[in-house]
Each structure stands twice: as structure tokens, then as C-alpha cells.
């Protein structure tokens, strides 16, 4: 395989890895959010694409992280239950 398509795969990878970025984080936080995300960054503008990839990585571990967060809703629940049938 010649460099040249070699490279143009990974452009092309590339490209479509942060359209998904882009894509993920404004429907995680919503498009109008997403452009008060800018506004803040203007002073900033090198934290911009961390910002987007974490709130991408966020919108794809979605699923995770609200089941762990329900996991640990659960077990404070149950722990205070817990205490409040030992005091008795």
C-alpha cells in the first residue's frame, strides 16, 4: 500500500473521529450550550478540544456512568436504611 493512501485513510479517520466529537458533545450538553462552551473559551482557546473530547467520551459512556451513579444512589440508600433499623 502507497504512503499516500495509507495517510489518507488516517486523514479520513481522523476527520470523521472529531465530526463525531463535535456531534457527541453538542447532544450531550445541547447545540445552544455548546456555543456558550465557545464564548467561555475565547480567552482559552487551547483547553477548547479537551473540553469537546471529554464531553464526547462523556456522551458515550453515558450509559456507564448513569448506571453507576444509580449503583451508588442504591447503596446510600440501603446504608441509611441500614442505621436507621440498628438505632432502633
Known sequence: MPISRFLGRIHRRLTLFSGWTWIAAGSLIGF??????????????????????????????????????????????????HRRLRRR
Open 32 to 81: 445552544e450550550a455548546l456555543e456558550l462552551v465557545f464564548g467561555t473559551f475565547v480567552l482559552v482557546p487551547e483547553l477548547l478540544p479537551l473540553v469537546i473530547l471529554c464531553l464526547a467520551l462523556a456522551w458515550y459512556f453515558r450509559r456507564h456512568i448513569r448506571r453507576l451513579w444509580s449503583h451508588a444512589r442504591a447503596r446510600r440508600r440501603l446504608a441509611s436504611i
